[in-house]
């Protein structure tokens, strides 16, 4: 009982949350992403009278429903991490990498041999009851990787290019590394933060990457 009032408080939350997703919704017009982002700062501060959801467990205040809300809203494929503050700069990125090159190799092979695994979490991404689970150890050593090089998640964008995503700051705003033999698309030579989709080079087949919502 106590987990159906949960979910139901969920889906109730998600109405709120989303009602009138996009500002002036009932005019036709392009709605800038800077517009969408501070409508969705504005539903953080609604009234505590709004924020109330009859039937919820006691746990769901009005504060832990906001601190829920901002979750949904900047990292709905993590609500347990939540959105990160800040990206690294491509210098901080950089220096992670030369530092722990072999782990980030390490990581690679380890992803390419459990190729029945599209995408691996780390645990503050890791949702309960996946449909697959990687074996204990071996979980384990991923664990310990995505520490030590500050990866969130590993994933298989094509059978031979790998995401590895440092920091998800809002919905689809992320940044990390990728792998891949064939160089991406808008490879460029400055400052990856700030273009819709684009990478950096950073040694044989390894990149920065940083993507926009779009």
Same mark, same amino acid.
């Given at each position: ?17 989303? =009602?009138? &997703? ?19 700062? /504005?539903l953080l501060h609604l009234p505590d009278s709004l924020l109330r959801?009859?039937? &919820?467990?006691?746990?769901? %205040? ?7 809300? +901002? ?16 990206? +690294? %700069?491509?210098?901080?990125? #950089? ?30 991404? +890791? $949702?309960?009851?996946?449909? #697959? *689970? ?16 500050? *990866? ?5 964008? #094509? ?7 440092? $920091?998800?700051?809002? %919905? ?14 808008? =490879? ?23 993507? &926009? $919502? /779009?």
């Amino acid at each position: 009982m106590r987990t159906r009032r949960t979910f139901g408080a969920m889906g109730a939350l998600a109405l709120v949350t989303l =009602v009138g &997703a996009a500002p002036d919704s009932g005019q036709v017009r392009d709605v800038s992403w800077e517009e969408v982002r501070a409508f969705h700062d /504005s539903l953080l501060h609604l009234p505590d009278s709004l924020l109330r959801i009859p039937g &919820a467990p006691g746990y769901m %205040t009005p504060s832990w429903i906001r601190q829920f809300a +901002r979750r949904f809203l900047y990292a709905p494929d993590s609500i347990y991490a939540g959105p990160d503050s800040a990206h +690294r %700069t491509d210098a901080e990125m #950089k220096a992670v990498f030369m530092a722990r090159e072999r782990d980030f190799e390490r990581l690679v092979r380890m992803f390419q041999a459990d190729s029945a695994f599209d995408r691996i979490e780390s645990p503050d991404w +890791r $949702t309960p009851n996946p449909p #697959k *689970v990687v074996p204990a150890a071996r979980q384990a050593e991923y664990d310990r990787l995505f520490r030590r090089l500050e *990866v969130r998640l590993i994933e298989r964008e #094509k059978p031979n290019r790998f995401v590895l995503r440092t $920091t998800t700051v809002w %919905t689809f705003d992320r940044r990390g590394y990728v792998w891949s033999p064939s160089p991406p698309w808008s =490879v460029r030579e400055h400052e990856t933060v700030g273009c819709d989709e684009c990478y950096r080079r950073l040694k044989g087949p390894w990149f920065i990457y940083f993507r &926009a $919502t /779009s």
